[in-house]
């Protein structure tokens, strides 16, 4: 999933950088329409690690607590255990962090777009490029 997300990245910025300027009206709504979609997919995807991220970051709690509940010859197993949470969570954690901050950057791609085809949204500053320019 890394590689999709940071390929639809670069082609999106590719985009933006050397062909929108040159690029029609329809061929730029076509492309935001497609990009949209995968912001779309993306977002569903961090939703999804979201979730898998605190159902991890909850059984972590949950082994460390069970680590003092159970009696002590099970002691090896609780800590074997709330490793293994642990080195999850941190990776799902690492992952979440990826896709969080990628959509985040997709957004504001998708305001780059916009603002090329609708000047009056870029004169207001309702996209990202317009409030950079007015600030």
């Known amino acids: 999933m890394k590689e999709y997300v940071v390929q639809t990245m670069k082609a999106a910025q590719s985009f933006i950088d050397n062909e929108m300027k040159e690029a029609g009206e329809e061929k730029t709504r076509r492309v935001l329409a497609e990009f949209e979609i995968k912001i779309a997919y993306f977002q569903h995807e961090r939703l999804i ?3 898998v991220t605190l159902s991890f970051a909850l059984f972590l709690l949950l082994s460390v607590g069970a680590i003092f509940l159970f009696p002590p010859e099970f002691i090896y197993c609780g800590l074997l255990l709330t490793a293994i949470f642990f080195g ?10 990826f896709l969080e901050n990628s959509v985040q950057k997709m957004y504001h791609m998708r305001d780059e777009m916009i603002a090329f085809l609708d000047s009056d949204l870029k004169a207001l500053g309702l996209t990202d490029s317009g409030a950079k320019k007015k600030s």
């Not at 999850?88 to 962090?97: C, K, N, W």
């Open 49 to 51: 690690h979201l979730m």
């Open 88 to 97: 999850l969570t941190i990776g799902y954690v690492m992952h979440y962090y």
